[in-house]
């Protein structure tokens, strides 16, 4: 059967083409949703930003690419910095659809993609089409399977990791709390903790708020807040969905360093959601802080693609620092 492709330049009129397609009903990854992609649009792009998604369609089986164009012929993914894997959407593994989505691009130079789990499936439908395809580290992801209980998962935890939560804890004196709804003091305490962490200043607190109240209606939301003598010092910030646990965000003051709080309030919430929502994956999202390896099994790396299409002078640039770029690593290599 034929392969129907189509280019939008509005996720409105993509969302209306999709139907319920793209809903939380019918995909059980956060970041696959329309929903994620309007929030991302609407907070995180700059205000001339202009979305592009490819669909394909072929019977009941469909793809989509989202995108946003970064120049007249140049494009990269619709994600932020909170989008920790990236991803076509599909409803099949048939490869022509990518491949057709692929083909349909090339009037564009350069597509650039990230963060991707296996990016296989895209490279493979570019590369058929024609285009140059280079493949890179990102970033990594650490990931645990979920435990059976508690207790065996706190037991396979580093003893000086064990030994700091025990002396600490006691010695700290924090009360915790776990919101699994949107709760208006509990953000005010989560933002306050973030304002006085280490952490640099929140890329779009809009975003989070609108994500955080989502969530929370959708009862997916886990906010854990630590306070010691009534004053919030740590806060994590989880995503728990279809049997995944997602460590979203994480901070604790500066000032409550000494206490380990936020060691002593990330042993309550694996506690919790172990026992509560019993998920089969904790994700700790990207980077590769090295206090990750402490709480999970192991990370695995997500990618970068560059898609070239020699058939576009603008991309030939790019392509000659690829092919000069490999023939440097052959040399190395001899």
Known sequence: MTVNV?????????????????????QSKLYDRMSWFEMTLRHCGSADA???????????????????KTGARDAEALASWYTLEYDAV????????????????KGFATISLEPIADPTPISRAFEKAGWRVSKSVATENWQLSGPSDFESFWKARPGKLRSTVKR?????????VIHRTFDEQAWDDYRQVYAE????????????????ETEGEAGTLRLGIAYREGVPVAAQFWHVEN????????????SAKSFSPGSILSHAMFQHVIEQDAPDIIDYGTGNQGYKADWMDGARPLYRLDMLNPGRPAAWPS?????????????SSD
């Open 6 to 26: 189509k280019l939008f330049d509005s996720l409105a009129d993509a969302a209306a083409d999709a139907g319920d397609a793209l809903a939380r009903a019918h």
């Open 90 to 105: 599909r409803t099949s593994e048939d490869e022509r659809l990518l491949a057709a989505i692929a083909e349909q691009l």
């Open 50 to 68: 202009q979305p592009l998604v490819a669909r394909a369609r072929c019977d009941t089986a469909a793809a989509w690419l989202f995108l946003w």
């Open 243 to 254: 049997d995944q646990a997602t460590i979203y965000k994480l901070a604790y003051s500066e």
């Open 168 to 176: 600490k804890g006691k010695k700290a004196d924090l009360d915790i």
């Open 319 to 331: 392509l000659a620092r690829t092919v000069l770029s490999g023939l440097v690593r052959r040399a």
């Open 197 to 212: 962490s280490w952490k640099p200043e929140e890329g779009s607190w809009s975003f989070m708020r609108e994500f955080a």
